[in-house]
């Protein structure tokens, strides 16, 4: 046993050194190879997002709805019953198109009496005039008195006043009849009735409202207290409901010189700059600010922008390469997501639109076309599959 032991320890020595020996090979070659370079970000247009400037944050705020300039609420004129209906709500119509037909029976009557009242009142008249016209004849002669002949104008001139009050008495009648027929006043749309056929209508009822969605403007209030803001001729940036985030853009045409003595808010209206993208519907909420000169600053997106406790930074694109670029925040506008940024970017800078925790500051990047964006940067970093042995 004594001798044996340190034949043994010889063999495990070298045992030990050969396993070394062979094993540190692959390690020294691992090393000493270089490592691959990191993939490039693939950035589309979609994936980023620009500084811009905004006079909006903090400006007056208006609300109110959508409404057109040109608007008709057409109403009985005479009192009769509903015999026809020919357009219904949201139908368009031509400036003078029959939308309603009341029943002209009995002012039909009325006219033919007045007609023919007319027609004795003319004859009346041709009659006085015709003596009148002996009277004075025989007057040159000296047949009869003076006071005859006066007293034959004084029938000529009756009858030529009975005929007038005729005539107007006509006229009224034919505009009666034609009062029974409701016309459209201008092009537009239908855009509420408020009777059916047969309904008994009396004078002054509303039958009807005509609209021209080629008209359609912003008409809002806006508190008294930011009056002094206000100019006409102001940009003016809003929302409409029903059509999401989409914005649009007008001026202000209108400003009224009183303000609501309950709600002391001031009426106000603002004209679509493009009248083409305007919503054709009356009555739509919308909401929006006056922009002002005097509060331009620059605003991001808050979804581009990171916080760390009361740090804020964003991933800024300078060149090909991305950027930690940490900024000062300031007011916050609710409605549009915006924040205004005090210090740490410039107007037209590039930053990511949806940042991610995975990114690193100095990382290269490569501008692509749209659609091959952030997404497919995940698929050109992953390590390629290793071949089965």
């Given amino acids: 046993m004594t001798r044996a ?32 370079a990191a993939a490039p970000l693939l950035l589309a247009p979609e994936d980023l997002r620009q500084v811009g400037q905004s006079g909006l944050i903090g400006a007056p705020v208006i609300t109110g709805a959508i409404q057109p300039a040109r608007r008709a609420d057409l109403r009985a004129e005479v009192a009769a ?11 368009r119509v031509r400036s003078g198109d029959l939308i309603i037909r009341l029943d002209p029976t009995s002012i039909r009557d009325g006219l033919t009496s007045a007609e023919e009242a007319l027609r004795a009142a003319q004859q009346s008249f041709e009659q006085t005039e015709r003596v009148l016209a002996r009277q004075r004849t025989l007057n040159q ?112 045409a209108r400003i009224d010189a009183a303000a609501n003595a309950m709600t002391r808010q001031v009426e106000v209206t603002a004209e679509f700059d493009d009248r083409a993208k305007a919503p054709q519907v009356a009555g739509l909420y919308a909401e929006g600010r006056v922009e002002s000169a005097n509060r331009r600053a620059l605003v991001l997106a808050e979804g581009s922008v990171v916080r760390q406790g009361d740090n804020a930074f964003v991933w800024k694109v300078a060149g090909n390469q991305l950027k930690k670029v940490n900024v000062t925040l300031g007011e916050r506008d609710d409605r549009r997501g915006e924040i205004v940024v005090a210090s740490g970017l410039a107007l037209g800078d590039l930053v990511l639109r949806a940042p991610t925790s995975s990114l690193t500051d100095g990382a290269v990047v490569q501008r692509v ?18 071949a089965s042995k």
Avoid at 10 to 34: E, I, N, Q, S, W
Avoid at 82 to 91: I, P, S, T
Avoid at 168 to 191: C, K, L, Y
Avoid at 208 to 231: H, T, Y
């Fill in 369 to 386: 076309a749209a659609g091959a964006g952030a997404a497919s940067a995940i698929a050109s970093a992953a390590p390629a599959p290793t």
């Fill in 81 to 91: 019953v509903v015999l026809q209906v020919a357009k219904d709500n949201g139908e």
């Fill in 141 to 252: 002669q000296g047949m009869i008195s003076m006071q005859g002949l006066e007293d034959a104008e004084v029938r000529r001139n009756a009858a030529q006043s009975e005929l007038a009050a005729a005539k107007a008495r006509a006229v009224t009648a034919r505009q009666q009849v034609s009062r029974t027929e409701v016309r459209a006043p201008f092009d537009g749309v239908v855009s509420e009735r408020k009777i059916s056929v047969g309904d008994t209508v009396q004078i002054g009822r509303e039958l009807v409202k005509v609209i021209d969605p080629a008209s359609m403007r912003f008409e809002g209030q806006i508190s008294a207290d930011r009056l002094g803001e206000l100019k006409l001729g102001q940009a003016v940036s809003f929302r409409i409901n029903g059509f999401g985030d989409a914005e649009f853009r007008g001026k202000l």
């Fill in 5 to 36: 032991t340190p034949i043994l320890t010889a063999l495990t020595l070298a045992l030990l050194l050969t396993a070394c020996g062979k094993g540190g090979k692959p390690d020294d070659a691992k090393a000493a190879a270089p490592k691959p």
